[in-house]
């Protein structure tokens, strides 16, 4: 779902890097070009406002596609065709400038310079915020509504920390079981994230039981159940890793490696189902 808030907050710095330009820019043709300062300035101004208007395009390219960019996602949002002629012409010549000078090493003269900047800064600062806000508009009706005014990006950040965690205990698990109970840092780093895991999980518990109204208890996880937001199934697995957090965030207190194992293998993929039937509750409430 779009973040609004990055998105404003990306928007204004960037708006902030092409006001600068502009200020050089409004001291003329000529003063540019015999004031060596004025380039550099200007380019590094381009620069940064370019890395804020890349994460905007990589934001929106995910809502728009559903699928990830690593990478030039302001020459793809101008392929999308989701902005007017002017802007998206605008964002192909930016990306382009971008590529020139950072991955091609080419230098442009002051001349061309101002010139390209000029045109980048002129269209950007009169159109780009009036429309992003249109997009934006556009996106979010076609959104599902959440069933609880949460944090969205915070619960996103959680559940991407619950998600590594499982995958890399898994990777310890994948290896036979004599290998990981008498291998030191297997049992150490599985601990170690099974206590990032709990962590975030609860974090997401509480937050939802907050932002519903209640107030969060011990057994946050059994809350859950009883609120009809996760299923009993899915509290019983992770509830059974999940009362052991002080211990295994105390280096100094033994827990029988065989038993970790067995413990994790028989449940840390329940933590992922924790995060699938939150994501559901939240865009259908309850079911």
Not at 114 to 121: D, K, L, M, Q, W
Request: net charge positive; proline share 3%.
């Amino acid at each position: 779902m779009i973040d609004v808030q990055f998105l404003n907050d990306k928007a204004s710095k960037m708006n902030l890097f092409l006001k600068k330009v502009e200020k050089i820019i409004s001291m003329g043709k000529d003063s540019f070009i015999s004031t060596p300062m004025y380039p550099d300035r200007t380019q590094y101004y381009l620069i940064s406002a370019y890395n804020e208007l890349e994460e905007i395009a990589c934001h929106l390219l995910k809502e728009i596609t559903g699928e990830k960019s690593k990478g030039n996602c302001v020459r793809k949002l101008s392929e999308e065709q989701i902005f007017s002629e002017k802007i998206n012409r605008v964002l192909s010549d930016f990306s382009k400038y971008i590529a020139d000078i950072m991955e091609n090493r080419n230098s442009y003269s002051p001349e061309e310079l101002f010139i390209t900047a000029r045109e980048i800064v002129k269209i950007l600062r009169e159109r780009f915020i009036k429309e992003l806000a249109g997009v934006v508009k556009e996106i979010k009706e076609r959104e599902p509504k959440l069933s609880v005014p949460v944090n969205l990006r915070k619960i996103q950040t959680h559940a991407k920390a619950v998600k590594s965690s499982v995958r890399k205990i898994s990777n310890f698990l994948n290896f036979p079981k004599e290998e990981f109970i008498n291998t030191p840092l297997f049992i150490d780093r599985a601990r170690y994230f099974s206590v990032v895991l709990i962590d975030s999980s609860l974090w997401i518990c509480r937050h939802i039981l907050r932002k519903s109204g209640k107030k969060p208890r011990k057994d946050c996880f059994k809350q859950l159940v009883e609120e009809g937001i996760i299923s009993e199934e899915t509290e019983k697995h992770i509830s059974q890793i999940a009362q052991l957090r002080e211990v295994f965030a105390d280096p100094s207190t033994e827990f029988d490696s065989e038993k970790l194992y067995r413990l994790l293998k028989e449940n840390i993929s329940h933590f992922l189902n924790f995060i699938s039937e939150i994501s559901r509750y939240l865009v259908k409430g309850r079911s």
